[in-house]
């Protein structure tokens, strides 16, 4: 079922109450209606992620008002030029081999790209993202590129029914986070920490996040 404009509208001024004012709310569009995602924005909602390029690629065309779309699946290189014709921001950027791919398929197009290293912080097998000890060498040769620019970390913690147990996850991706910005790196400019989803973003706000993907908790279940 589409979830009602009204509706969607209330839960994003309810949730818009209980969060500070710095951390931003990024519609988590996956299997949305561009009616749908047109209500989040006109209830204030600037950004927009998707998890597949293809369905970014039919709803961004449609999008009858400005916002800025983040990748935030995973991201596969032979699908890395599409992205960057269609992708504002890359929040999952998780291996070298992605992130030359995508330098070079930006290069083509002239066009800078905002891109977030996604931090496998449960350290979780068969997972996407980088574990943390990884994350060092790509935040280096990140610095010496010319269209890629890393503002931030993006992490989703092992998926659990409770919250609290993303918490030691949050921290130590903020601490990671932190670190890197202490180093003041060439091109390298840390503001956007992305964590936290609709049943764990007052934890991950407690702990550091300024960027919370919400898809349920604006939009209904999915698939019902
Ligand atoms: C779907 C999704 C979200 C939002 O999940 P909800 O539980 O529906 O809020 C956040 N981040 C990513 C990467 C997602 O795929």
Same mark, same amino acid.
Request: include cysteine.
């Given at each position: 079922?589409?979830?009602?404009?009204?509706?969607?509208?209330?839960?994003?001024?309810?949730?818009?109450?209980?969060?500070?004012? =710095?951390?931003?709310?990024?519609?988590?569009?996956?299997?949305?209606?561009?009616?749908?995602?047109?209500?989040?924005? +006109? +209830? =204030?909602?600037?950004?927009?992620?998707?998890?597949?390029?293809?369905? +970014?690629?039919?709803? &961004?065309?449609?999008?009858?008002?400005?916002?800025?779309?983040?990748?935030?699946?995973?991201?596969?290189?032979?699908?890395?030029?599409?992205?960057?014709?269609?992708?504002?921001?890359?929040?999952?950027?998780?291996?070298?081999?992605?992130?030359?791919?995508?330098?070079?398929?930006?290069?083509? &197009?002239?066009?800078?790209?905002?891109?977030?290293?996604?931090?496998?912080? =449960?350290?979780?097998?068969?997972?996407?993202?980088?574990?943390?000890?990884?994350?060092?060498?790509?935040?280096?040769?990140?610095?010496?590129?010319?269209?890629?620019?890393?503002?931030?970390?993006?992490?989703?913690?092992?998926?659990?029914?409770?919250?609290?147990?993303?918490?030691?996850?949050?921290?130590?991706?903020?601490?990671?986070?932190?670190?890197?910005?202490?180093?003041?790196?060439?091109?390298?400019?840390?503001?956007?920490?992305?964590?936290?989803?609709?049943?764990?973003?007052?934890?991950?706000?407690?702990? =550091?996040?300024?960027?919370?993907?919400?898809?349920?908790?604006?939009?209904?279940?999915?698939?019902?």
């Amino acid at each position: 079922m589409v979830a009602a404009v009204d509706e969607i509208k209330q839960r994003i001024e309810q949730i818009r109450k209980e969060i500070p004012e =710095g951390v931003e709310i990024l519609g988590a569009s996956k299997t949305r209606t561009i009616d749908e995602v047109r209500a989040a924005h +006109a +209830a =204030g909602l600037f950004s927009f992620g998707h998890n597949y390029v293809q369905e +970014a690629r039919a709803m &961004i065309p449609l999008a009858d008002f400005d916002a800025k779309w983040h990748m935030i699946g995973h991201l596969q290189r032979n699908k890395a030029r599409l992205a960057v014709e269609l992708f504002d921001v890359v929040e999952t950027l998780d291996s070298l081999r992605l992130a030359k791919e995508l330098e070079k398929r930006c290069a083509e &197009i002239e066009k800078e790209m905002p891109v977030l290293i996604e931090v496998n912080s =449960g350290r979780e097998e068969n997972k996407t993202g980088l574990v943390p000890e990884e994350v060092g060498s790509l935040v280096e040769w990140l610095s010496g590129q010319t269209y890629l620019h890393l503002v931030g970390l993006m992490t989703m913690g092992p998926l659990t029914g409770d919250p609290e147990l993303s918490r030691p996850y949050y921290i130590e991706t903020r601490r990671l986070y932190e670190e890197i910005q202490r180093q003041r790196l060439p091109n390298i400019e840390m503001r956007v920490l992305s964590m936290g989803m609709s049943n764990s973003y007052k934890v991950a706000i407690e702990e =550091g996040a300024n960027l919370v993907r919400l898809g349920t908790l604006i939009f209904g279940l999915r698939g019902s």
